[in-house]
């Protein structure tokens, strides 16, 4: 499939990703041009027609709804149609790699780091003297192939331990405190093993093994051993990965399996759901939540521990459906 270098139609978007493909069939023509020669240009007071269009293989299932509403927009503005296909949960690769067969295969579409590039830089476009890559404001942002810039990071994520402040000085503990491994795993062992004095299941939330948790130990926190060798070898290849690091990622994947709301034994059948649905039981049994949601949200929850909402016609529905269940 023949790649293109001027597909960049989503570039006045203002969220452009981070790759590009090829073109969806060979009449079609770029929408925009970075520049285009003054004889070329269009007189003041004539809008020039929208040509191409693009089509977008979106990541992430839970912001189609927002992809849409933006290529609709995008439409509306320029005239360019913008094709928004959303891969399920999981299929991202399965699903690229499927879209690349066709012949309207993806315009844009996004790769996973330096590894994924390596087998989908013959279907990326130069970008390095693009408008979207004089937008970037970290040029390490942006991923090379033979000295081209053919990738964007158009998102980043922040990473770090998200911890229970009132269950950490509960425990009797403070977070500036626990600026080591050892400190971390000392106070994660004894919140283990006080859990049923603390009221909790565990020190970490259940740690899983499929597709809807593993990323924290394929993705999440397996990204820190691979980026500080490659940090300090100066490296980006990933065939040249000795294992520095593989020790520490060890000691903290071991915390989530010692220090866990579930049994090592049960990781194989444990999912993100059951993390999430502890939280749903604090929800509805610690008091400062039900405080929360009856105060500051003035619902009613239908649960043991729920607390008396202020609304007066709500105090006398409650008290109507009691009557009710006697």
């Known amino acids: 499939m023949k790649k293109i ?46 040509e191409g269009s693009v089509y977008y293989l979106n990541f992430k299932p839970e912001q189609d709804e927002q992809w849409q509403a933006l290529a609709a927009s995008y439409t509306e503005q320029t005239g360019v149609p913008v094709t928004v296909v959303t891969a399920a949960s999981g299929q991202y690769e399965t699903t690229l790699m499927s879209e690349m067969e066709k012949s309207e295969a993806p315009t844009l579409f996004q790769v996973n780091g330096p590894t994924g590039l390596k087998n989908w830089k013959d279907y990326c476009a130069d970008l390095s003297d693009t408008k979207l890559r004089g ?19 158009w998102v980043q994520e922040s990473f770090g331990i998200i911890y229970n402040k009132q269950l950490l000085e509960k425990a009797g503990y403070k977070a500036e405190d626990i600026n080591s491994f050892d400190k971390l795993k000392a106070c994660a062992d004894d919140i283990q093993a006080r859990k049923a004095e603390l009221g909790v299941e565990g020190a970490f939330t259940s740690a899983g093994m499929d597709s ?31 294992g520095t690091y593989l020790p520490q990622y060890k000691q903290i994947f071991d915390l989530y399996l010692t220090d866990s709301t579930c049994d090592p034994s049960q990781v194989a059948s444990k999912t993100g759901d059951d993390a999430v649905n502890e939280f749903l039981n604090w929800v509805v049994t610690d008091d400062e939540a039900t405080k929360a949601i009856a105060e500051d949200m003035g619902l009613t929850m239908p649960f043991k521990s729920a607390k008396e909402v202020a609304n007066p016609l709500a105090k006398i529905a409650k008290e109507y459906e009691k009557k009710r269940r006697d």
């Open 5 to 50: 270098l001027a597909m960049l139609l989503a570039l006045c978007m203002v969220f452009a990703l981070c790759a590009c493909g090829q073109s969806a069939a060979p009449a079609e023509q770029p929408a925009q041009q970075d520049a285009a020669p003054a004889e070329d240009a269009a007189p003041a007071d004539e809008t020039p027609a929208a």
């Open 135 to 153: 937008e970037l404001i970290d040029d390490s942002l942006a991923l090379q192939s033979d000295g081209k810039d053919v990738c964007i990071d």
């Open 212 to 242: 809807s948790s593993n990323w924290r130990y394929t993705t999440h926190l397996a990204n820190m051993p691979i980026h500080y060798e490659f940090k300090d070898e100066n490296e980006d290849d990933t065939d040249a990965i000795k």
